[in-house]
């Protein structure tokens, strides 16, 4: 029972390439989540889905898209990398239910140069 | 005005203190969620509490939902607490999260 896998946990972009970050879940949960952690700020919500079919924007969307591929898998694509887009992005999941604990991903260290 | 603020952004205590981090928030939530973050970068939850206080083994932590406000205590701290602390205010369903408290426990 891995919990919640992200790939890969370092990457290095020159400005305007193109990257998925992948995020799967092992624990049949309904809603997946996008974050990035920035020094200064709390993470911030870039995407989710809360079911298997469904995605919706989060505080921070732009230059990002998001997948949701199965109820496993929730990924996250920059199609033109920015300098602005060099953060620390999490992957999370929960049940999707009000009150319910999330589990988050270890977490992919993206730098744009 | 951040929605969610905790305080202190940072703190540094010796060995066996008692260690309280504060977090206030100005939503209405459903839950408010208190997580730990190591320096390898991973997140963990700590606890996800509506109301009351929760306790598990050296951590306690408390709501006041009139007042807006959560503590996480830290009793007998050890260096191995040392970590970013961070909570989270579950609004409908969007999860609001502090800046985090970086906790440096010395030997």
């Known amino acids: 029972n891995a919990g919640v896998t992200q790939t890969p946990k370092f990457q290095v972009l020159k400005t305007g390439q193109s990257m998925t970050l992948q995020c799967a879940q092992d624990?049949?949960?309904?809603?997946m989540y996008w974050y990035r952690q920035d020094p200064g700020m709390g993470l911030r919500l870039i995407y989710y889905?809360?079911?298997?079919?469904?995605?919706d924007k989060g505080e921070v969307p732009n230059g990002y898209n998001v997948s949701r591929l199965n109820k496993r898998e929730f990924s996250l694509r920059l199609e033109s990398a920015a300098p602005s887009q060099t953060s620390v992005y999490f992957c999370?999941?929960?049940?999707?239910?009000?009150?319910?604990?999330?589990?988050f991903g270890q977490g992919t260290r993206l730098t744009v140069v | 005005k951040n929605e969610v603020e905790q305080s202190p952004q940072n703190l540094t205590a010796q060995e066996g203190e008692f260690i309280t981090i504060n977090c206030s928030y100005s939503?209405?939530?459903?839950?408010l969620h208190w997580l730990q973050q190591h320096p390898g970068g991973g997140i963990v939850s700590l606890f996800m509490?509506?109301?009351g206080k929760k306790k598990h083994g050296r951590l306690i932590a408390t709501i006041n939902i009139q007042e807006k406000h959560s503590s996480l205590h830290i009793t007998a701290s050890h260096p191995r607490d040392s970590a970013v602390y961070i909570c989270?205010?579950?609004?409908?369903?969007?999860?609001?999260f502090g800046e985090g408290t970086q906790l440096t426990v010395n030997p």
């Open positions: 999370a999941s929960n049940r999707g239910a009000l009150n319910t604990e999330a589990f």
């Open positions: 624990m049949n949960h309904n809603s």
């Open positions: 889905s809360a079911s298997e079919g469904t995605t």
């Open positions: 939503v209405g939530i459903s839950a």
């Open positions: 509490l509506s109301s």
């Open positions: 989270a205010a579950l609004s409908g369903s969007r999860l609001t």
